[in-house]
């Protein structure tokens, strides 16, 4: 769902000199009903050209010039910008990868939109890929890969240290009608924050049972919708757009709320910081996945192996701004180390805490059988009635 930054770039530099036992674990043990898809079998003759739907940043000159040299396959990006539109844009049959989120992931495997990977054809999705974004059930199911990992961020608390004398240890600043900045709150704009409540309630109410955010039953998803209307009485703004969020944390009318660490950077302000708080968080990995009707499959394998290489995966994650999947980049360089550093590339015990974006689906991905958890469909109708 989220919106990404790149194209934004020179809008937020603007928009700044103006004013929990956690994801990255692998899957449960859970049977996910999917479309029987063949895998790639061998690698054959280059087809000529590779149609791309991507996160703006993730597909530039820089790198793909000299794919293009290497195999000539052409290269046509179209950015896209939510995870509902690459789902759609997917389903037209035009395309032939995409830079998927595990919020579009699994919607699109579920779907028989894309198809299952021969590993063995991508021999850059080596040891050097970051354990945990190997085996993970948005991008992995029945033990099938359909992903290529290209990198992954947190959804941090942001807080204006000015303000707050400190980082706050707890998420309950946001949530909580006492909390002290209350009217000056931020909170994402999409049906997916609704795990960031789940979150919340996994660590505060036990009782809920709640053992995945993305897996949520009736009752469930009912007492995260009953958090996110009690947080609508103290919230300042909803985002979804990061120049907004910028200028409004910049601009003092926002204290705390949830960020991406990109965004803080580009504030530019040493007063604005951010902190995982002892609950956990949610976060986004993305990974490469393949059209199951693509009439390109070599040059998509090609590109999904390209784009593994240490040097270009992690030209791909500082051009975003985020952790690059493949970690042999951070010791490319001091500037490598350092963007690894401020991303958490290499620290496991930091994401292991995260909860990467997952499509709910009506298979509880928490291996519960005896109930029927809710669809992405529930979550959007119940995030409808949120913000009244």
């Given at each position: 769902?989220?919106i990404?930054k790149h194209?934004l770039v020179?809008?937020?530099s603007a928009?700044a000199l103006?004013v929990?036992?956690c994801g990255?674990?692998?899957s449960a043990d859970?049977?996910?009903k999917?479309p029987?898809?063949?895998?790639?079998e061998?690698?054959?003759?280059?087809?000529?050209?590779l149609?791309?739907?991507?996160?703006?940043g993730?597909?530039e000159?820089?790198?793909?010039?000299?794919?293009t040299?290497d195999?000539?396959?052409?290269?046509n990006?179209r950015v896209a910008g939510?995870?509902?539109?690459?789902?759609t844009?997917?389903?037209?049959?035009q395309?032939?990868?995409v830079?998927?989120s595990?919020d579009?992931?699994l919607?699109?495997?579920v779907?028989?939109?894309?198809?299952p990977l021969n590993?063995?054809?991508i021999?850059?999705f080596s040891?050097d890929?970051?354990?945990g974004?190997?085996?993970?059930?948005?991008?992995?199911?029945?033990g099938?890969?359909?992903?290529?990992?290209?990198?992954?961020?947190a959804?941090l608390l942001?807080?204006n240290?000015?303000v707050?004398?400190?980082?706050p240890?707890?998420?309950?600043v946001?949530w909580e009608?006492?909390?002290p900045?209350?009217?000056?709150?931020?909170?994402?704009?999409a049906?997916?924050y609704?795990?960031d409540?789940?979150?919340?309630?996994m660590y505060?109410?036990?009782?809920?049972?709640?053992k995945n955010?993305?897996?949520l039953?009736?009752?469930?998803?009912?007492a995260?919708?009953?958090?996110l209307k009690q947080?609508?009485q103290?919230i300042?703004e909803?985002?979804?757009?990061?120049?907004?969020?910028?200028?409004s944390?910049v601009?003092?009318n926002t204290?705390v709320?949830?960020s991406w660490?990109?965004l803080r950077?580009f504030?530019?302000?040493?007063?604005?910081?951010t902190?995982?708080?002892?609950?956990?968080?949610t976060?986004w990995?993305d990974?490469w996945?393949?059209?199951?009707?693509?009439?390109?499959?070599?040059?998509?394998?090609?590109w999904?192996d390209y784009t593994?290489r240490?040097e270009?995966?992690g030209?791909i994650?500082?051009?975003?701004?985020m952790?690059?999947?493949?970690?042999a980049f951070?010791k490319s360089s001091e500037?490598?180390q350092?963007h690894c550093?401020?991303?958490?590339?290499?620290?496991?015990?930091f994401?292991?805490?995260v909860?990467?974006?997952?499509t709910?689906i009506e298979?509880?991905?928490?291996?519960?059988k005896?109930?029927?958890?809710?669809?992405?469909q529930d979550?959007?109708?119940?995030?409808?009635t949120?913000?009244?």
């Open positions: 769902m989220r990404k194209a020179g809008a937020i928009a103006l929990a036992s990255g674990d692998g859970v049977e996910i999917v029987e898809i063949p895998m790639h061998a690698m054959g003759d280059f087809e000529g050209e149609n791309i739907v991507n996160w703006s993730f597909v000159p820089a790198w793909t010039d000299k794919f040299a195999t000539g396959c052409k290269v990006p939510t995870s509902d539109e690459m789902v844009l997917m389903r037209t049959g395309y032939d990868i830079s998927a595990g579009a992931a919607r699109l495997i779907g028989g939109d894309v198809q590993i063995e054809l021999p850059n040891d890929i970051a354990e974004m190997k085996g993970n059930v948005y991008d992995t199911v029945n099938k890969p359909y992903g290529v990992p290209i990198g992954r961020g959804n942001q807080y240290d000015t707050t004398g400190g980082a240890e707890s998420w309950d946001v009608l006492d909390s900045y209350k009217g000056k709150i931020t909170a994402y704009d049906p997916i609704i795990a409540a789940a979150v919340y309630l505060h109410k036990p009782e809920l049972n709640i955010p993305y897996a039953d009736k009752d469930q998803l009912a995260a919708i009953d958090l947080q609508n103290i300042g909803y985002w979804s757009d990061p120049v907004a969020q910028i200028t944390f601009g003092g204290v709320g949830t660490e990109i950077k504030a530019a302000q040493d007063n604005l910081k902190t995982l708080p002892k609950e956990g968080s976060g990995f990974s996945l393949v059209s199951s009707s693509t009439p390109n499959i070599n040059c998509a394998y090609a999904m593994s240490a270009v995966n030209a994650a500082v051009n975003f701004g952790a690059p999947a493949n970690t951070c500037e490598a350092a550093d401020t991303f958490f590339a290499e620290d496991e015990e994401f292991k805490q909860w990467p974006w997952t709910p298979t509880c991905v928490d291996g519960r005896d109930v029927m958890c809710t669809s992405f979550w959007t109708n119940a995030w409808a949120v913000k009244g």
